[in-house]
């Protein structure tokens, strides 16, 4: 639920950090869905002017990708040498589970021009786990594109049947 705790000590203002902003914005996303987040929104929920976001994100663009971020942050890579079939099983749990909790991120986490470093860390992992099984350069990248399309087709077309209302059912 997107409650943001604003409780303040006489005098004593929360600092307003770049990670409480995305959390803050991941949090209006689960809640409202990606439409409904606006800078302005995001601002009111932390308590600030929504000019004093631009210090900590650069533009609406930034903020997406840094919430894409703390997705990625949220699954859990492929080891590579073990059993690759069920590290990849690991990762697609993994990633499904993270977008169920945040649905406005399917669609949005690949194809994205800007990757951090837990993005760049998943991606790397599942790599190196299909490399170190024996896959081709060429074989890896075909392997991973049609997990990436399983996954986040499922996840899409899950998020898409998901009854919003009572009229729904």
Not at 10 to 21: A, H, S
Not at 41 to 53: T, Y
Request: glycine share 8%.
């Amino acid at each position: 639920t997107y409650r943001v705790s604003l409780s303040r000590s006489p005098g004593k203002t929360r600092p307003l950090t770049r990670e409480r902003v995305l959390q803050t914005a991941v949090a209006l996303a689960d809640e409202r869905g990606l439409a409904e987040l606006t800078m302005r929104k995001l601002a009111k929920g932390l308590g600030v002017e929504a000019m004093s976001l631009y210090n900590h994100v650069a533009s609406k663009g930034d903020l997406l990708d840094g919430m894409i971020e703390r997705v990625f942050s949220e699954i859990e890579p492929p080891a590579a040498g073990g059993d690759w079939k069920a590290e990849l099983r690991k990762r697609a749990t993994s990633t499904r589970a993270a977008l169920l909790r945040h649905r406005w991120a399917v669609g949005e986490m690949e194809g994205r021009t800007s990757h951090g470093p837990s993005g760049m860390r998943v991606h790397d992992a599942v790599l190196g786990c299909l490399r170190a099984a024996g896959f081709s350069i060429e074989m890896t990248i075909h392997a991973m594109s049609m997990q990436d399309a399983y996954i986040y087709g499922f996840a899409l077309q899950q998020t898409d049947m998901t009854p919003q209302t009572a009229e729904d059912f």
